[in-house]
């Protein structure tokens, strides 16, 4: 390996991340010469270099592997990391793709294709910047980061939340392979695996990664009467790395990876909230709809990346280049129910999809980075980013078309954005670091679209039949930076003081298929709306500390964050329009707390605590409340306006408290391990929509998982039965804000078997 960061950062990328060998099995609880167990450094690249978690200035959590394993069995989707860490939770309205992240509060429930989101989502260094590309499986992950509060400096583009990193598993001389199988519930398969080693010894190594999982249909359709015609899916994903290096300056790694998803959209079903309450009707059942519109999911994409490094001694050249595409196709049945028919008052069908049939990402990045123990280091670099997405909607129920339609959208949006940015840290002293950073950004957009209405459709109000056209454009620039202290108070325990600025670029909503203009006209600009640029200031500090000989580990973290023209967007409600806005200001603060323990040596404890209070400040902002049934507790706006005041709501999807809990026994075997795994996560209550409602929020919940196994020496084999939601806990999840009660449900409990073999 060379001498560059690549080689740091890919043995990170190998390393343990959260225990030692020695702590993560009981066939491994202690070392050869019978030394106690204990926890070993957490290693993350949170600032672009390879450190310890203990003394990077930035609350980062980790989603160490055994929990990781947990929670994303049974097929699941990356919802399953919602609450893995404090003050992470996810949310959406699509399935299997499109997941909506939260970070202290902060995120974006839009639904639109070209939305943007203030938590950015970084895979394998390559920033997924279109929400259809942040659904891509997890699978031979070294480890998940999430940063919480702003990037601004390092990581840049759309990061006012916080960052989540996946990081993969990278390519090796060591010829290595590992297989994992599982059957479950609703004949779900799910399987994955990796093969690696040198291609050319001391010169190119390579490793492929690949996933493979299914599941049958099991939720029966009672208005058509066909059993399991909803709930299934296919997947396959896969990943190829290629690693230079033949022990020079110059190294480079090269990815490709791609996904193809057939399966069913999310689920809508209407009027199961009782009026007046959030609770689900009598006899709601999770393996039954009542529905006559059409359920579809496709999703391909297809990536790769080629970060090339030059080691010129003193300072280190590093090169990212990456590519992005998808293609998406997804088709629903909005109102839940038949009009007219039920279940409860449905006044009118919607039946709707939603398509990208052309996108293009490219990202690149070049960047210096010093090299070398000295008191003071920098890194210092550029970044371009372009996207240019083709987006289409259908509105479906016209009986003279031949495919139903009524009337449809076509779109395409471009967006460019650059940036310059640097950050230096010095050693002031042994014990203090002085770090700070500063990034320039400069973002454009530019979106035009037509809607034509098809003859015979029946569209209220949607003023000629024909086609409209419409444009808009947006551009922002701004300086985000931050300043760091960090204190080596002992050898054990380090204090940090951080403050930082963000900024989320201007956005546009595409979300037209409906009309806000009712009196018609030529253009469809009046319809389009736009949100200026979102702005944060973020106040953190915090203790990070080793304790009982390395035994256990504590981190502490406080927060205020103080959010300018923060982005919302207005969905759906009685003038079923979706619409960007700006609130003139947000609020939020809380703390996150995080323990590993190791009482003994068998026996592991982890456990995350957060609090995140949001709270909308302006006075000023009125919104359309529900579409109907539901009961809103906002006030009026006005005496003589139907829309309701918000100021003082918290935001949407942001739960106050977030706990998260595991235990992991063990029993040694002769040369290998019986152990037992649990897992629990709770969240407070959530609000779904920006005003207040009896009915769309969602209980407080506890989910828990447990699985029971045994492992042999070395992990070269081992199965174990595993059960994930054993509580049966079944709340609120979601809601659609359309014209009835109409909501989205935890998943129902699911039991498994699973196999793991490594080579």
């Known amino acids: 390996m060379g001498t560059g960061s690549l080689a740091r950062l890919l043995l990170a990328g190998s390393a343990v991340v959260g225990l030692t060998a020695a702590t993560t099995s009981a066939a491994h609880a202690q070392q050869p010469t019978q030394q106690a167990a204990v926890l070993e450094e957490i290693i993350v690249t949170a600032t672009k270099r390879a450190e310890n978690l203990q003394e990077v200035p930035v609350s980062v959590g980790t989603v160490a592997p055994d929990k990781l394993e947990a929670v994303m069995s049974a097929g699941v989707d990356l919802l399953a990391l919602s609450g893995s860490v404090p003050s992470l939770y996810a949310e959406s309205t699509f399935a299997r793709t ?30 997924q910047e279109n929400p259809l590309l942040r659904g891509f499986p997890l699978f031979d992950i070294a480890r998940v980061e999430v940063l919480r509060g702003p990037q601004g400096t390092l990581f840049g583009r759309n990061t006012p939340a ?20 599982s059957y479950g519930k609703y004949n779900t398969l799910e399987t994955e695996g990796a093969v690696g080693g040198a291609v050319i010894d001391g010169v190119l190594s390579a490793r492929l990664s690949l996933l493979y999982e299914r599941r049958d249909d099991f939720v029966d359709n009672t208005f058509t009467g066909e059993d399991d015609a909803l709930g299934g899916y296919n997947e396959a994903a896969a990943r190829l790395q290629f690693l230079y290096d033949k ?89 839940g129910g038949v009009s007219g028919t039920g279940p409860g008052f449905i006044p009118f069908d919607s039946e709707t999809a939603d398509e990208i049939p052309d996108h293009a990402q490219w990202t690149q990045e070049v960047r210096l980075t010093s090299q070398g123990s000295g008191p003071f280091r920098w890194q210092a670099g550029v970044f371009y980013f372009n996207e240019d997405v083709d987006a289409r909607g259908y509105s479906y129920g016209n009986p003279t078309d031949p495919r139903g339609i009524s009337h449809f959208i076509d779109s395409n ?12 840290n010095y050693d002031i002293t042994d014990q203090l670091t002085l770090t700070g950073g500063l990034r320039y950004n400069d973002d454009e957009k530019d979106y035009t679209v037509s809607r034509t209405v098809r003859p015979g459709a029946f569209v209220p109000a949607s003023g000629p039949v024909g086609t409209r056209t419409g444009a808009a454009s947006v551009s922002g620039d701004r300086i985000t930076w931050d300043v760091s202290l960090t204190y080596k108070a002992t050898d054990d325990i380090n204090l940090f003081g951080r403050v930082a600025s963000g900024y989320r670029a201007p956005s546009i909503s595409g979300r037209v298929l409906f009309p ?81 323990l190791l009482p003994v040596d068998n026996l592991l404890l982890t456990g995350g605590l957060s609090y995140n209070y949001t709270e909308i400040d302006d006075p000023n902002l009125p919104v359309a409340p529900c579409g109907g049934g539901c009961t809103v507790t906002d006030p009026l706006f006005s005496a003589t306006s139907t829309n309701v005041r918000i100021d003082g709501n918290p935001f949407p999807n942001a739960p106050k408290w977030l706990f998260t809990a595991t235990a ?37 919940k506890i989910e828990g998982g447990l699985k029971i196994g045994y492992l042999s020496e070395g992990e070269r084999f081992g199965f174990a039965v595993f059960g994930r939601n054993i509580t049966n806990a079944k709340e609120l999840e979601g809601a659609i804000d359309f014209n009835n009660l109409t909501g989205i449900v935890t998943e129902a409990p699911f039991y498994g078997v699973e196999v793991t073999a490594k080579f």
Do not use: C
């Open 516 to 596: 806000a203009n009712l009196t018609g006209g030529a253009s469809l600009n009046s319809d389009i709306s736009t949100a200026s640029a979102e702005k944060i200031m973020s106040y953190e500090a915090g203790v990070k500390s080793d304790l009982w000989g390395n035994k256990a580990r504590l981190n502490l973290t406080g927060f205020y964050s103080d959010i300018k023209d923060q982005q919302f967007v207005a969905v759906g409600g009685a003038t079923n329009v979706t619409r960007l806005l700006n609130a003139d200001k947000g609020i939020a603060y809380g703390f996150e707390a995080e323990l590993e």
């Open 247 to 335: 022990g020079g300056p110059l190294t480079a790694l090269f990815n490709v990876h791609a996904r193809d998803l057939d399966g069913t959209a999310r689920i809508f079903r209407a009027n199961i909230i009782q009026r007046g309450s959030n609770d689900l009707v009598p006899g709601f059942r999770r393996n039954q709809v009542f529905q006559n519109g059409q359920n579809d999911l496709d999703v391909s994409s297809r990536g790769g990346s080629l970060r090339v490094e030059y080691d010129l001694g003193s300072v280190l050249l590093t090169s990212i280049t990456g590519y992005e595409t998808v293609e998406v196709y997804t088709r629903g049945d909005i109102d």
């Open 98 to 127: 499109f997941p909506r992240f939260y970070i202290r509060g902060l995120g974006n429930s839009d639904f639109d294709l070209n939305s943007t989101q203030p938590v950015g989502v970084v895979l394998d260094e390559v920033v």
């Open 413 to 424: 949006q471009e967006s460019t954005s650059w940036a310059v940015f640097g950050q230096a």
């Open 664 to 700: 992991r026994y063990s029993i040694p075997l002769g040369t290998g391990e019986a152990y037992i795994f649990t897992d629990w996560n709770y969240r407070s209550k959530v609000n779904f929509f920006l005003y207040e409602s009896r009915e769309f929020q969602s209980d407080s």
């Open 162 to 181: 916080g960052t989540i990193s996946f990081i993969s598993n990278k390519p090796s001389e060591k010829t290595e392979a590992y297989f994992n199988a």
